[in-house]
């Protein structure tokens, strides 16, 4: 009853903002002006007092909210979108989808089924690179705001109604962003069975089954067992964050590329492959602490790529169940962000806390692969510490080491 209750309110706010009165008050909003809490309230007020009506002024400052959040994603481009809060969350950025879309283009497709398009990114960009497009939402909200974002393309269409019910006569290409969450007494739990995603990954190798060429955008946490054997999987890191793993199928797929991590970064993109499925690699070198430690790109973790990348960097790991691995050298790669190793001591608190005294830290940046330790938590038992008019600032690196933990004192390159 929850969920009928909110999305009866959602197409509610959806139908003000689509009046007259909505649709123009909206085109004089900047989404700056709703940044904070305080500045949307202040702005509701004025709205009211002008005598919009407060149903329309309700859903103008809520799409307005979002297309300021969604600057992170889509920059200025936010401000001529329309969003849904739960397309919003699974909306891929801009830039990834035209990576997406150069992958149909490059295989040769002319007409693309965007099946579950949200609020139609993926489809824009589609669209952007020439390509017919047949955008499918079966949300009927979200499909209506997925017509206003597609109107400035005339070779899309948008179709109301489920992935596994629409007719692909004449498509030679399916892209696939799948629903991962669920809603369970009125709010979102995300799930993490490729079984349980809207529609299934079992329906994705359905197509391709029956010969399509088909891409699909996953969750950064699918198991690599999950994987079709048929299947190339990327793991896409965007600026340090991990997105989104895509598998790609038929002549979506490349030769001799099995598995890849592509990080992007201010200097462009960057690229880790391999031609074999993780089951496959080779162990990676296990070794003594070396004068500098590495922390792999999440994509290259999510990828299992560290074997590979410890090929083209040498260096080995600290232990065979932790990424971090150590090098005599400092070395630069896009896939790894390093540390010069200052100490080494135990990880035990009240030793730490001295540490921190003795030596005027007043911030503190913590990280950990296999510590069962909460940076934020501990970092703040750690500071409680620092004596008055402490001004320096210092690196922890947790770590453990076969049946020990330690705590590496650290300073980034």
């Known amino acids: 009853m929850a969920q009928a209750s ?22 004089t909003i900047d989404p700056s002006m709703v940044a904070s809490k305080d500045a949307a309230w202040t702005l509701n007020e004025k709205l009211r007092k002008e005598g919009h009506d407060p149903q329309v002024v309700r859903a103008v400052i809520a799409q307005s909210e979002l297309r300021f959040k969604a600057r992170v994603k889509f920059g200025p481009f936010a401000d001529s979108l329309i969003f849904t809060p739960a397309g919003l969350e699974q909306a891929t950025r801009l830039t990834i989808a035209g990576l997406h879309a150069q992958r149909f283009t490059k295989a040769g497709a002319t007409h693309v089924a965007d099946l579950g398009c949200g609020i139609g990114t993926d489809s824009i960009a589609l669209a952007s690179a020439g390509l017919q497009v047949t955008a499918v939402e079966k949300d009927e909200t979200t499909a209506a705001a997925t017509t206003l974002n597609l109107m400035p393309f005339e070779n899309a269409t948008v179709i109301h109604g489920g992935a596994e019910e629409t007719d692909l006569a004449g498509i030679d290409g399916v892209w696939l962003d799948p629903a991962r969450r669920t809603d369970v007494a009125g709010s979102t739990r995300r799930l993490f069975d490729p079984e349980a995603f809207s529609p299934p990954l079992s329906f994705v190798e359905k197509l391709v089954d029956s010969g399509l060429d088909v891409g699909v955008k996953l969750g950064p946490g699918l198991p690599h067992e999950a994987i079709p054997a048929n299947a190339e999987s990327v793991w896409i890191s965007d600026h340090g964050s991990v997105i989104e793993a895509c598998l790609w199928f038929g002549k979506l797929k490349r030769e001799n590329v099995a598995r890849a991590a592509l990080v992007i970064d201010k200097d462009g993109a960057h690229e880790l492959t391999s031609d074999v499925a993780a089951k496959n690699d080779p162990a990676a070198e296990v070794g003594e602490l070396a004068a500098h430690i590495y922390e792999p790109d999440g994509a290259v973790i999510r990828s299992h790529l560290i074997s590979k990348l410890l090929e083209s960097t040498g260096g080995h790991l600290l232990d065979e169940h932790i990424a971090y691995f150590t090098h005599e050298e400092q070395i630069a790669t896009p896939f790894a962000r390093g540390y010069k190793v200052l100490a080494v001591h135990d990880y035990n608190v009240k030793k730490l806390r001295s540490w921190v005294k003795a030596n005027g830290i007043s911030t503190l940046d913590i990280k950990k692969r296999g510590v069962d330790a909460t940076p934020e938590e501990l970092r703040k038992i750690l500071l409680a510490g620092a004596p008055k008019g402490a001004k320096n600032r210092a690196t922890l690196m947790l770590a453990r080491i076969g049946e020990k933990r330690v705590a590496f004192e650290v300073s980034p390159h």
Do not use: K, V
Request: aromatic fraction near 10%; hydrophobic fraction near 50%.
């Open 6 to 27: 909110n999305d009866s309110t959602l197409n509610d706010l959806f139908a003000a903002l689509l009046s007259a009165d909505g649709w123009q008050l909206l085109s």
